[in-house]
């Protein structure tokens, strides 16, 4: 059984501070995706990651993936009140065409002052 | 972008009615249509994949009778809650898929039974 876990699940920073999150998965894929989720609404993509090594940026959000590890990160960098959300990272599953997405266990982050 | 919508975002129903909620891309056909169930606090469960004019596929835990799923057409496909009762109470999230890595989520639908 796919399994893909997220670390940590709940992070409370300080604006302007760094952190990590981290998302591990449990069988071969080569594609995964982050997205962010407000409170009641549904989901955001940030970021499609298609291969090893793969990183991609946007503004204070950067994501890696290490397909041979399994392992995908998601940097924050000098966070702000705004990025507090919670963020899923996803692992596909391609059956056919089109990827089946196993998602994570999310990662709720709280930005504070 | 291509637009997913959902409707209704939210309904309240009373124990032992049927609700369905529609998934619908806006701007695309989609090849695929995927469900995905979310209780409060935690993440999304693949529910099923639909493709149009082809059974749902199911995935393991998931009641085939009581989740009715028909995908009629390339920018439409339909859940239906049978019987519903509180346990059903949930988030649902459909997202349509192109023949490319992308999925495209709806705004989801806020399901309450009493």
């Known amino acids: 059984e796919l399994k893909v876990e997220q670390n940590p699940l709940f992070l409370s920073m300080q604006e302007g501070k760094n952190y990590t999150i981290y998302c591990n998965y449990s069988?071969?894929?080569?594609?995964l995706y982050w997205y962010r989720q407000d409170p009641g609404k549904s989901l955001e993509s940030l970021f499609v990651l298609l291969s090893n090594g793969a990183v991609k940026q946007e503004g204070r959000l950067m994501a890696s993936l290490d397909t041979k590890a399994r392992l995908s990160t998601l940097h924050i960098t000098a966070a702000v009140h705004d990025l507090s959300a919670t963020y899923f990272c996803?692992?596909?599953?391609?059956?056919?065409?089109?990827?089946?997405?196993?998602f994570g266990t999310g990662t709720r982050l709280q930005v504070f002052p | 972008g291509a637009v997913v919508s959902q409707h209704p975002s939210w309904v309240i129903c009373k124990s032992g009615t049927s609700v369905k909620i529609e998934c619908r891309s806006l701007d695309f056909q989609a090849t695929t249509m995927f469900w995905y169930r979310q209780f409060p606090k935690q993440s999304l469960m693949l529910m099923a994949t639909s493709n149009e004019g082809s059974k749902a596929t199911y995935e393991q835990g998931v009641e085939k009778d009581k989740f009715l799923i028909n995908h009629a057409s390339l920018t439409l496909s339909t859940l239906t809650v049978t019987s519903a009762h509180p346990e059903d109470s949930s988030f649902y999230i459909c997202?349509?898929?192109?023949?490319?890595?992308?999925?495209?989520f709806g705004p989801g639908t806020r399901l309450t039974v009493l």
């Open positions: 069988t071969t894929s080569d594609r």
């Open positions: 997202s349509a898929a192109l023949l490319t890595d992308t999925q495209y």
């Open positions: 996803a692992v596909a599953i391609i059956p056919y065409n089109t990827d089946k997405l196993i």
